[in-house]
């Protein structure tokens, strides 16, 4: 195996999903420190911590997270294909970052670091905290499973919870009562007709009813249900949320959650490009340089059973990497 795949399959043999870091961690401190790499490990929680790898800076970084989604699914080979937990999202991309930096430092380039963070796949604490480290780099290239293509730009997210409060009763004299799903079920089927913005890169504001909860019992009359929706931006979350408070009206209660903003992303010529639906860890980075997103891999197998990477596409990132660097520096 190359370089790079023999690297990846050791990093996925590790389980690192969020919250349990630590090992995986440690073996990418081990490794960038044994060829001579600074490393500074910036303890984010209990346990848990970014590894930040310098020579001298001032130039690029390339970033990724150590973390995965449950469950832990060890490495397996098969053909062209690299399965596990992490192939794509990210363990092989970090893989081809060390590689990647490591032949351009052994070729004399030295203004390059690389930032790996924990806590992506939930809440991104990491990224929150390595943004208060005194970065130097004028640029952040970030990995994310885009198919080699450069990302133009990712959408945003917005969380909402729908609620609605009604009165309980018990289900034999429900007309004492009032339901608190009905409405919310004859409520939902409206957002299809909601005018949400519309961007010439990022295309179009979407959602998704991810949960619905309600009720206690078969026979009690529901007081109070609930609809957890994400909402995909694809740019200033002011017009959403106005559409959805004029949606909801006095039906229902709002309660606004976690905010992502929309970006657009810096390009260099000699790449396919294409927009992503999804977000990153960019936006939580502002001090990190302006922004590229690159990764090989398809985001359409991530956080799935057959979750797995091209070995030939890996090798060639790590060449699409040190182009994007070296470009960026030219």
Known sequence: ???????????????????????????????????????????????????????????????????????????????????????????????????????????????????????????????????RLPATSRFLVNGEPTESKLASGGKGAQRVIVRVRGREAHSAYAHLGRSALEPLLEMLPELRRLPLPVDPVLGTTTYNIGVLRAGTEANIVPGLAEAEIMIRLVGDVAPVKQAFERWAGDRAELVWGSHIPAQHFHLIEGFEVEAVAYTSDIPLLTRWGTPLLFGPGSIHVAHTPIEYINVTELEASVVAYEHIVRALLA
């Open 1 to 131: 195996m190359s370089d790079v795949v023999t690297l990846a399959t050791e990093l996925l043999s590790v389980e690192s999903t969020t919250g349990r870091e630590r090992d995986a961690v440690e073996f990418v401190s081990r490794w960038l420190i044994a060829r001579g790499w600074n490393v500074t490990l910036q303890e984010v929680e209990s346990g848990r911590s970014n590894v930040w790898a310098t020579r001298r800076g001032g130039g690029v970084t390339l970033s990724t997270h150590l973390d995965t989604v449950p469950p832990f699914v060890p490495p397996r080979l098969d053909g062209d294909r690299l399965y596990g937990r992490g192939a794509c999202d990210a363990k092989g991309i970090a893989a081809a970052m060390m590689i990647a930096a490591q032949n351009l430092s052994v070729a004399g380039e030295d203004r390059i670091d690389l930032l790996f963070v924990v806590g992506e796949e939930k809440g991104s604490p990491g990224a929150r905290a390595a943004n």
